[in-house]
């Protein structure tokens, strides 16, 4: 051979032994998509996303459910929705409860409405809504509601209090808005899942 051609050679048989080793040991794995509907069906990832602590962090979700001990009281599902930190652990946020109950749904003092065709209301750190006519026995019920509520610990002005983290805690009015949001679109998907809105 030439010796003209030799460092030519030899670039190239280092350039095959890269992409062999390359195709062998792939650097980046994918991963698998994030789920997009999140508490039983009841949350698109994105408004579930509505909802923060001051942290930022990816949404996920713990869900659970149970059978009640009674006919009258069958329907109970519940979903923690979780934030992840930098050192890869998760910190919960809100938890959100769906149940069957014999209460009629009232208001709340100082509550805001959900909006029209909607039963429901909503404070910064809490909100409830309830479901159409119909979707408790279309969820397996005797009990005449089928009640969402939401708990968002980090708006409650006595934990944050205690936490000593009101740096952390998002303004009032967008954590109102959010909460009403969040339960309306929990409204809308349960009462389409089951086929009983009005």
């Known amino acids: 051979m030439d010796k003209k051609w030799l460092p030519f050679t030899i670039t190239l048989g280092v ?21 997009q509907s999140l508490c039983h069906g009841a949350l698109s990832r994105e408004t579930a996303g509505l909802i923060d602590d001051g942290k930022g962090g990816e949404v996920s979700t713990e869900e659970w459910e149970s059978k009640g001990k009674s006919t009258d009281y069958a329907v109970f599902k519940a ?12 910190r919960g ?3 959100l409860v769906i149940e069957d109950t014999r209460s009629a749904p009232g208001d709340k003092k ?8 909607f039963t429901g209301w ?7 809504v309830t479901l159409p006519a119909g979707c408790a026995a ?4 005797t009990a005449p509601y089928i009640t969402a509520s939401l708990d968002v610990p980090s708006q409650d002005e006595e934990s944050v209090a205690w936490q000593k983290a009101e740096k952390d805690r998002v303004d009032p009015d967008t954590a109102l808005r ?9 409204a809308t998907r ?7 809105a009005d």
């Not at 923690?80 to 652990?89: M, S, T």
């Not at 100082?110 to 065709?117: F, K, S, T």
């Not at 959010?178 to 929990?186: D, G, I, L, W, Y």
């Not at 349960?190 to 009983?196: E, F, G, H, K, S």
Request: hydrophobic fraction near 40%.
């Open 15 to 35: 350039a095959g032994v890269a992409v062999v080793a390359a195709s062998v040991w792939p650097d980046n794995e994918e991963t698998p998509p994030l789920p």
């Open 79 to 90: 979903c923690h929705v979780l934030r992840a930190d930098p050192d890869d652990h998760t």
């Open 93 to 95: 946020v809100y938890k």
């Open 110 to 117: 100082d509550a805001v409405p959900l909006g029209a065709g």
């Open 122 to 128: 909503a404070l910064p750190e809490r909100a409830k």
């Open 138 to 141: 279309r969820m397996g019920s």
């Open 178 to 186: 959010n909460n009403a949001t969040v339960m309306r679109e929990v």
């Open 190 to 196: 349960l009462a389409a899942r089951y086929d009983c």
